[in-house]
């Protein structure tokens, strides 16, 4: 299964630059990289990148990833967590997520 993380165009330049990454400011203050399902990243967007533009959504194979731990959060829900830096090698694919009418247009998931 993928799951998935939406990166500013600075921390995924700073990902591609380095290798890896320790996220965002918010995964680096919780001591791990918060990742969404693809029932769970639209709402994830809504609530922490209402109207930032130049976005990315970067998917990762949770299948045998390590260090990954699944966790309740938002109501109960289980969110995947990775307690290790964030490797380029661990990106699936990667796709921009723009911005158009105050909403963002997400690929197809499924």
Known sequence: MLIYKIFRTDEWAELRAAGQTNGAPIDVADGYVHFSTAETVKETAAL???H???L????VQADGL???KWEPSRN???FPHLYRELR???IVWH???PLIGGAHQ???LT
């Open 95 to 97: 796709a921009p997520l």
């Open 76 to 78: 109960g829900v289980l």
């Open 48 to 50: 922490h990148f209402k």
């Open 52 to 54: 930032e533009e130049d």
């Open 56 to 59: 990315l959504l970067l998917a």
């Open 88 to 90: 380029l090698s661990d």
């Open 106 to 108: 997400f690929p197809d």
């Open 66 to 68: 390590d260090m990954l």
